[in-house]
């Protein structure tokens, strides 16, 4: 089986084991049966807001307006082809393969030179459903509001804020920022 892994660091010939520094994985490689899901490693960021629907179609989600556009657009990457070994585990992820050893990369398809056009390309072909800001309903946002807050509690955000991702979520998240306050102080 054919496998993706889209970086932004070009020439590998080796896919080596990484610890992802904020989603609390072990020291793994991740490669994916998707090209759509793939694209989204191709920009190192805080957070990867995509998900499936039930019946299985890869959505990205804005978590705050421009969030894709933002991240992704003028940001180049490389796309890895591996083929799946013996070693590798499906995760709870669909599509999402890990293994802890080091993958042998067969083929650096291409450069992207935009990760955002790459996207949007997908999202024509129907490999990628994007909701943008402007169609998420005020449950919704509240709801992204209260995930928000738990990940600055989870990651203890309020104790390091001048890290830099305490920083990103406190600007993209106020309204989260100041109810993990709130929540802080017992109010």
Known sequence: MKLYHCSPTSGLQVLEPNVTRYFGK???VCLAASLPMALFYGVKHFEYTYGYTREGVLYYEEYYPEALEEIYRGRSA???I???GEDMSRT???NEYVTDRPV???EEQQVIPDVYAALLEQEEMGALQIIR???IGEKRREKIVETEAMVIAEQKLLTQPHSPFAGYI???YPAA???ALERREGK
Do not use: D, F, G, H
């Open 78 to 80: 490389s796309l890895y």
């Open 177 to 179: 920022w100041a109810l």
């Open 92 to 94: 709870a992820i669909p």
């Open 133 to 135: 800001w402007p169609e």
């Open 82 to 84: 591996c083929t799946a």
């Open 26 to 28: 072990p020291r793994q």
């Open 170 to 172: 406190r600007a993209k």
């Open 104 to 106: 042998p990369v067969e």
